[in-house]
C-alpha cells in the first residue's frame, strides 16, 4: 500500500514507473539507480561488477551503477549514496553568464569509477 502510494506520487511529480528518479539536472547526462526495495537480478547486472554473496541494503541511491564495482562478500548498510559522476556539466548553468565559458564543456566531463571491497 506505501508502495503503490509512492508510485503515485513519484509519477506526479514526473518520475518514471521504474523509480529513477525525477528528471533532474544530474539525471539528465547521467544513469540513476534508486530504490528502497532490495536490488534485482537486473539492478545488480547494472554494475561494473557485483560481488558473489555481495548485498547493498535500501534505500540506496547510485548514480551511475556501470561505473561501480562491489567487491565480493561486502555489504553496505542502509541509506547508500554514491555518486560515480560521469558528467557535471549540469552546473554549467548555474555559473554566471561572464564566467561560464572559463572551461571548456569537455571539462565537465568524466569517467568517475567507484570500487568498494570488504577487508580482510
Request: with cysteine.
Amino acid at each position: 500500500m506505501l508502495f503503490d502510494c509512492l508510485v503515485t506520487l513519484s509519477r506526479a511529480r514526473g518520475e518514471s514507473s521504474e523509480g529513477t528518479g525525477p528528471v533532474s539536472p544530474i539525471t539528465r547526462d547521467n544513469d540513476l539507480l534508486e530504490t528502497s526495495r532490495p536490488l534485482t537480478s537486473e539492478q545488480k547486472a547494472r554494475f561494473a561488477y557485483f560481488g558473489v554473496n555481495a548485498k547493498v541494503l535500501p534505500p540506496l541511491r547510485i548514480l551511475n551503477p556501470q561505473n561501480v564495482t562491489i567487491g565480493d562478500y561486502t555489504a553496505i548498510r542502509e541509506g547508500c549514496h554514491l555518486n560515480a559522476f560521469r558528467s557535471l556539466a549540469f552546473l554549467r548553468d548555474y555559473i554566471a553568464a561572464e564566467h561560464r565559458d572559463a572551461f571548456k564543456p569537455e571539462d565537465y566531463e568524466y569517467d568517475g569509477q567507484i570500487i568498494i571491497e570488504r577487508e580482510c
